[in-house]
């Protein structure tokens, strides 16, 4: 079956403090993995997308790693802001005739000064 | 200003009622979707539509109905159908069926 795990569920961390989300999928055949911020009560936003062939991707103070092996991916996300409070979640594209989007569930991110 | 549009931000629903969730786009695309989430849940598709006059269901269409008559629009109606409709809708749109897609703010629907 054609899944999305993301961990942990929910995470709070104090402001200027790194942090590390995980994705895991059985998604196949494998596409793309993108990372989405999507703050409350708000559209999800692309953070960063990632091919086959791709390791490693930043956008700023985020930074998405991906190990198409193990089928993981992370997030990690450096010196952290209020701003960043918001789910992160880990969307897989399959490689189909339509290219199917999976969504894993999302990763609660609160940031406490 | 580009981008996608949702209305309203907030819509209630009484019993047996049918209510219409909008989608407008200016960024010329031409594939748009709609999605459903749930708390605790990834988002599901509901419907998708790559092209105009043309539109194929998602995983759970079920209680669910769309029309894609203009390339900006992409309107879902809940009907009566849909026994548990409460939740936040998404609508999203892409240059094509393969491309990065981008979210609308969203709609919370909310059963009387």
Request: aromatic share 10%; with cysteine; charged share 20%.
């Amino acid at each position: 079956k054609n899944q999305v795990e993301q961990s942990p569920q929910s995470l709070i961390i104090l402001e200027g403090k790194n942090c590390t989300l995980q994705c895991n999928y059985t998604v196949s055949p494998f596409s793309n993995l993108r990372w989405y911020k999507q703050d409350t009560g708000r559209g999800p936003v692309s953070l960063t997308i990632m091919t086959f062939s791709e390791n490693t991707k930043s956008n700023g103070r985020y930074t998405a790693t991906l190990d198409a092996d193990t089928k993981q991916s992370s997030l990690h996300i450096t010196a952290s802001q209020l701003s960043d409070s918001a789910s992160y979640i880990c969307v897989v594209r399959m490689k189909t005739s339509y290219d199917k989007v999976i969504f894993g569930p999302g990763t609660s991110l609160s940031v406490i000064p | 200003d580009g981008g996608i549009t949702q209305s309203p931000k907030y819509l209630f629903r009484k019993e047996g009622q049918n209510v219409t969730l909008s989608c407008e786009q200016n960024l010329n695309h031409d594939a748009m979707y709609w999605y459903r989430q749930d708390p605790g849940q990834g988002l599901r598709l509901i419907y998708y539509s790559q092209i105009v006059n043309d539109f194929q269901k998602g995983d759970i269409a079920e209680g669910y109905s769309v029309s894609r008559e203009k390339k900006e629009s992409f309107p879902l109606t809940v009907t009566s159908a849909q026994k548990n409709p409460t939740a936040f809708y998404l609508c999203a749109s892409s240059l094509g069926g393969k491309e990065t897609q981008y979210f609308g703010p969203g709609t919370r629907l909310l059963v009387l």
